[in-house]
T-cell receptor, first 118, second 116 residues
Framework: GAVVSQHPSWVICKSGTSVKIECRSL??????MFWYRQFPKQSLMLMAT?????????EQGVEKDKFLINHASLTLSTLTVTSAHPEDSSFYIC??????????????FGPGTRLTVL | AQTVTQSQPEMSVQEAETVTLSCTYD???????LFWYKQPPSRQMILVIR??????QNATENRFSVNFQKAAKSFSLKISDSQLGDAAMYFC?????????????FGKGTHLIIQP
């Protein structure tokens, strides 16, 4: 099956620092990758959609200058939380869709990254 | 904007029994996709079942089946012969495409407890 990995699985950082989270599709090429945020005991909220080689599309209310997304290759997307603050603490999950008939393809989810900002 | 509503924050069922999780959604589109995802304590999202809106036949996957009522915008999940491993958060989700081109809109989730 299609596997998506995330690194790191858990990160703790100080307020004001930046943190980069990687999302990799291990056995397929991903035309499109998605980033979601999940607060404790809540649902997943779509943050942005990234397509390889183009700028990410952010959902309304998501600060694109705070959450920088780069999809430089068909197997890697990164989310950088800039100048992190405690309110950015959350669980971040990525998903990837295989190259091809993207409209009909399933999204495969990574295991998530827990970010704690002190 | 599309919305997905799960009105049952928590459900409990005896092992081997059947349980139904409810989901309603709102959309002005005629073609779309609906999903049920399972999130166990590991937090890895697992696709349980998927339904294309243009298909009248309800999707089934082994012990999991859906009751898709397009006119009522209802999409419930039935789990038969519940097993301890079914215990998890279950999220209903909507996508304009099959899920590959558009992000998913999730409901708030239902926490399913399986009583041994």
């Amino acid at each position: 099956g299609a596997v998506v990995s995330q690194h790191p699985s858990w990160v703790i950082c100080k307020s004001g620092t930046s943190v980069k989270i990687e999302c990799r599709s291990l056995d397929f090429q991903a035309t499109t990758m998605f980033w979601y945020r999940q607060f404790p005991k809540q649902s997943l909220m779509l943050m942005a959609t990234s397509n390889e080689g183009s700028k990410a599309t952010y959902e309304q209310g998501v600060e694109k200058d705070k959450f920088l997304i780069n999809h430089a290759s068909l197997t890697l997307s990164t989310l950088t939380v800039t100048s992190a603050h405690p309110e950015d603490s959350s669980f971040y999950i990525c998903s990837a869709s295989p190259e091809g008939l993207a409209s009909y393809n399933e999204q495969f989810f990574g295991p998530g990254t827990r970010l704690t900002v002190l | 904007a599309q919305t997905v509503t799960q009105s049952q924050p928590e459900m409990s069922v005896q092992e081997a029994e059947t349980v139904t999780l409810s989901c309603t959604y709102d959309t002005s589109e005629s073609d779309y996709y609906l999903f049920w995802y399972k999130q166990p304590p590991s937090r890895q999202m697992i696709l349980v079942i998927r339904q294309e809106a243009y298909k009248q036949q309800n999707a089934t996957e082994n012990r999991f089946s859906v009751n898709f009522q397009k006119a009522a915008k209802s999409f419930s999940l039935k789990i038969s012969d519940s097993q301890l491993g079914d215990a998890a958060m279950y999220f209903c989700a909507y996508s304009q495409s099959g899920g590959g081109a558009d992000g998913l809109t999730f409901g708030k989730g239902t926490h399913l407890i399986i009583q041994p």
